[in-house]
């Protein structure tokens, strides 16, 4: 286990993720979302927890490819 653990506050959280608090309590309550490690009255997330997260989100976006584009031969037919 890695000894340089960051933790992040909820309000880190929902700056990095771009979304409002509601948002995000709701996505932990559904089990979207990692819940947070409870110390005290503080809701705390692992920071890489939360960026192995938002990378698995965004990654149909990033690996996003536009269609292929059928070429049409003169007459209409589109091409073999």
Request: glycine share 6%; proline share 9%; hydrophobic share 40%.
């Amino acid at each position: 286990m890695s000894e340089n653990i960051r933790l992040l506050g909820k309000s880190e959280v929902i700056a990095i993720l771009g979304i409002c608090d509601r948002t995000l309590e709701k996505l932990v309550r559904s089990n979207q979302f990692p819940a947070p490690l409870r110390l005290g009255k503080r809701v705390s997330w692992v920071d890489t927890v939360v960026h192995q997260w938002l990378a698995r989100a965004v990654a149909p976006q990033l690996n996003w490819q536009p269609p292929k584009r059928q070429r049409r031969i003169p007459g209409g037919a589109p091409a073999a």
